[in-house]
């Protein structure tokens, strides 16, 4: 099993930033990407950030804005989030992949306020 633990959210004022983190623990070996994921209330559960390798995806909407990174040494993947919207309001949840599926935190709330 893969352990995940977010740290990082709270009440930002639009154009602030925010630096969420990710700590992974358990078996942790077998996992080949991380990303971050947010839910906004009355929306499904979308994809914001995802690593791979040397390989960053990002969503058009934090495109320029947000950053994804990961720590292998300290197995923490960190998203910096600049130039915050009111629209990024969300629960942001941390995911990990392995060859068994998808592990996921229990979610950092991060609210925005214009």
């Known amino acids: 099993q893969v352990q995940l633990v977010e740290s990082g959210g709270g009440l930002v004022q639009a154009g602030g930033s925010l630096r969420l983190s990710c700590a992974a623990s358990?078996?942790?070996?077998?996992?080949?990407?991380m990303g971050w994921y947010r839910q906004a209330p009355g929306k499904q559960r979308e994809l914001v950030a995802r690593?791979?390798?040397?390989?960053?995806n990002y969503a058009d909407s934090v495109k320029g804005r947000f950053t994804i990174s990961r720590d292998n040494a300290k197995n923490t993947v960190y998203l910096q989030m600049n130039s915050l919207k009111p629209e990024d309001t969300a629960v942001y949840y941390c995911n990990a992949e392995d060859s068994f599926g998808g592990w996921w935190g229990q979610g950092t709330q991060v609210t925005v306020s214009s």
């Open positions: 358990g078996i942790i070996f077998g996992i080949n990407a």
């Open positions: 690593i791979s390798g040397g390989s960053t």
